[in-house]
């Protein structure tokens, strides 16, 4: 029975580990060495030329704009998104639940799970200047005055960006932290009621605490996901990545190198930077989130 | 302090309904949209439509090929995901039931893909592909998507396989059942809700892609609906075929939204749960 045994698990493991291999495992294993080459265009040979696609990074103000844009991709949208989808699970939970709890639940969830291409495609008609959503808006109220070109000027284009992506995420992070409070004990909240503490004390003292774990998951993959920002600003900015470089995110720089440009290796050299940043920045997260955990 | 409450409660509902109409306005004016006419948009973003122009869908569905990009939509995630579960399938059983020299390791190979950005791999990926013959196929898309989606499917179905006891599958080989059959007639109709929830998350996950259809399948005969509606709305401009390029939306969102509607319990499940773990 046991040569049996072997023979079995050999005979299921074999191709989906092979095509893991070919397809995942290869590929990431590649991009480290293609980083120190000068390999371009559509020729098949390359040398390494050790550090020097990473010292030209370094010189390349492009891709200090892009990280700047990143960076505060980073600071805000994992701020934004959190304090926003804190506020509506609170109010949704508020009182063991408002009416309607569940089908605000359904509804916040609907862009989450459409594609980010798509929401890209929808958003551009909201900004059109012209007919846009947003502008037709504003004109039918009287905000005349604010109606803009959004993505068309420099001072607007990423917060319009920026704009779409807390639309398109607060509803994810709504469920997830509504599951999280569900966990919580009911009696602990009638406790803290009971010692007269308000509903606002309530969620700062009870709620939060105890629910830091999920929080800190939900800021570890917004900060993640900031630096990988990509489909949206593809589809949606001028350019893209305009007006004028003011959209320019790391991923699309990396794209653009790569497969309009054949840079390959400087390309992968931004991807391997990219990583690095990734890291770093997870590790910092936890870090700087963590917190006693509160055990109940 | 009753009244106090009262107010409150009141307040916090209209906070609520707030988001909840923020979120639907635009997706109920893009299905709008794609009924009216192109005069009617320009004139009015925000009336009803006039007369109800169900040709923008035809329009849209035949002459800018959504129709077509969708079938191939199809295929491909169809492909992906039987394929990625049937994989994820094998590997979580034998990581879950068996073990052996190195299986933890071979565990963590495949978890430790969800750590990486894809980002990284993106270039040698494309080489990959092109070496094998693969590129602008449905073929080359089919497995990269299932190979892409193996580490998440692994780690769910692995700890899935493991909660299951193992009474029935002993007994089963006692009574002389192959390893086999007590993979096929045991196990696998055992773990039919965990396949269904991680099936049901990556038909999200690969009918949203746009990365590696962009990378890796460039021929505009072969787009998927992603693609290609991206690429209409941004080769056309703003002010061809407005009507068409809405309905060309509606038909994208739609699907993916009555397939939410009716499995959301799993999907809202199955999503958080992976942020969770």
């Known amino acids: 029975m046991h040569h049996g045994k072997y023979r079995f698990v050999i005979g299921l493991l074999l191709i989906p580990l092979g095509l893991y291999a070919v397809f995942v495992v290869s590929p990431y294993l590649q991009a480290f060495p293609i980083a120190f080459t000068d390999w371009e265009g559509l020729s098949a040979t390359y040398s390494y030329i050790g550090f020097d696609n990473f ?21 805000c949208l994992p701020t934004i998104i959190v304090t926003m989808s804190l506020f509506f699970s609170a ?49 039918a109220v009287g905000l005349d005055g604010l109606a803009k070109l959004w993505l068309g000027d420099g001072d607007t284009a990423l917060g319009s960006v920026m704009a779409v992506v807390v639309w398109g995420s607060v509803g994810f992070y709504v469920v997830l932290f509504t599951a999280a409070m569900a966990a919580i004990p009911k009696e602990l909240y009638e406790a803290a009621l009971l010692d007269g503490a308000g509903s606002v004390q309530a969620f700062f003292r009870l709620t939060l605490p105890l629910i830091w774990p999920t929080v800190q998951v939900a800021i570890a993959f917004l900060v993640i996901g900031a630096l990988d920002q990509f489909a949206l600003i593809k589809v949606l900015s001028i350019g893209p990545g305009g007006p004028d470089d003011a959209t320019q995110v790391i991923s699309l720089y990396m794209y653009t190198n790569a497969f309009t440009y054949g840079k390959f290796g400087y390309a992968s050299a931004i991807g391997v930077t990219l990583f690095a940043l990734n890291m770093i920045l997870t590790i910092l997260t936890f870090r700087l989130t963590r917190r006693e955990r509160v055990v109940y | 302090m ?103 390791a071979l565990y963590y190979v495949f978890v430790g893909g969800m750590v990486f950005p894809g980002f990284l791999a993106l270039v ?66 055992l773990a039919r809700p965990g396949l269904v929830s991680i099936g049901i998350f990556q038909f999200l996950g690969m009918w949203n892609e746009y990365l590696l259809p962009l990378v890796l399948n460039t021929e505009e005969d072969r787009y998927l609906v992603t693609q290609g509606l991206a690429n209409i709305a941004v080769t056309q401009g703003y002010h061809s075929d407005f009507s068409g390029l809405f309905a060309g939306l509606t038909i994208s969102i739609l699907p993916v939204l009555a397939v939410y509607l009716a499995f959301h319990r799993q999907i809202s499940a199955g999503m958080t749960a992976g942020a969770l773990k």
């Not at chain 2, 909840?20 to 009924?35: I, N």
């Open chain 2, 124 to 189: 040698p990926l494309f080489f990959v592909v092109q070496n094998l013959g693969l590129l602008n196929s449905h073929l080359g898309l089919i497995l990269v998507y299932a190979t892409g989606g193996m580490s998440f499917s692994v780690f769910f179905l692995t700890a899935f396989f493991k909660a299951q006891s193992k009474d029935l599958a002993e007994a089963a080989l006692v009574d002389g059942c192959s390893h086999f059959g007590v993979l096929f007639r045991i196990m696998l109709p």
């Open chain 1, 55 to 75: 010292v030209r990074l370094f010189h390349d103000s492009v891709f200090w704009v892009a990280l700047r844009h990143n960076l505060f991709l980073l600071l």
């Open chain 1, 91 to 139: 109010i949704l939970n508020y009182r063991g639940g408002v009416r309607g709890a569940k089908f605000y639940k359904v509804v916040y969830f609907f862009p989450s799970v459409l594609s980010i291409a798509i929401v890209g495609v929808l958003w551009q008609f909201v900004f059109e200047p012209r007919s846009g959503l947003l502008n037709g808006f504003l004109r």
């Open chain 2, 2 to 104: 009753r009244s106090g409450s009262r107010v409150l409660g009141g307040v916090t509902q209209s906070f609520a309904l707030v988001w909840g109409a923020m979120v639907l306005f635009p997706l109920l004016w893009a299905v709008l949209s794609s009924f009216k006419s192109d005069a009617d948009i320009f004139r009015s973003p925000w009336s009803l439509p006039t007369d109800w122009h169900w040709e923008n869908f035809s329009r849209a569905w035949n002459e800018s090929h959504i129709g077509k990009y969708f079938f191939n939509s199809v295929i491909v995630v169809s492909g992906g995901v039987l394929l990625c579960l049937l994989l994820s399938a094998a590997v979580a059983y034998v990581l879950a039931q068996f073990e052996f020299p190195g299986s933890k």
